[in-house]
């Protein structure tokens, strides 16, 4: 069952599991199944909390950018995970929700 967040956004928590179907096989030893069950588990606490992050910020920021620094930096991350987010499931999406960090203004 997806959960589905007040901003609209989508979380399937079997999605996850998609991703490796095409590359299980039967062979698959305990440990491969004990690394890829965590990575699922993993990934889904990131999809989890990105929804999160931008259900809170479409609260937040709802009448846009803003000007003070401090919330700047926060809205850009929620517009950063919220760009993640509307990718399609599979790497990409992943390596943007990781890269999605608030320090990552800092860099710039």
């Known amino acids: 069952m997806p959960l589905q ?4 956004h989508v ?4 999605c996850v599991a998609s991703l490796w179907d095409a590359r299980m096989s039967k062979d698959e030893s305990a440990e491969e199944r004990a690394a ?4 699922e588990a993993w990934l ?3 999809e989890a909390a990105a929804a999160e992050i931008v259900e ?4 937040l920021f709802s009448r846009g950018e803003l000007s003070d620094p ?3 930096r926060r809205y850009q991350l929620c517009e950063r995970v919220k760009a993640a987010l509307a990718l399609r ?10 890269a999605a960090k ?5 860099k710039r």
Do not use: N, T, W
Not at 11 to 14: A, F, N, S, T
Not at 36 to 39: G, S, Y
Not at 91 to 98: G, H, K, S, V, Y
């Open 36 to 39: 890829r069950e965590k990575f």
């Open 11 to 14: 979380v399937q928590p079997k």
């Open 89 to 98: 499931m599979g790497p990409e999406r992943i390596a943007a929700l990781q």
């Open 44 to 46: 889904q606490e990131v």
């Open 5 to 8: 967040c007040i901003s609209g």
């Open 56 to 59: 809170v910020g479409d609260l």
């Open 102 to 106: 608030i320090d990552d203004c800092r």
């Open 70 to 72: 401090a919330l700047l």
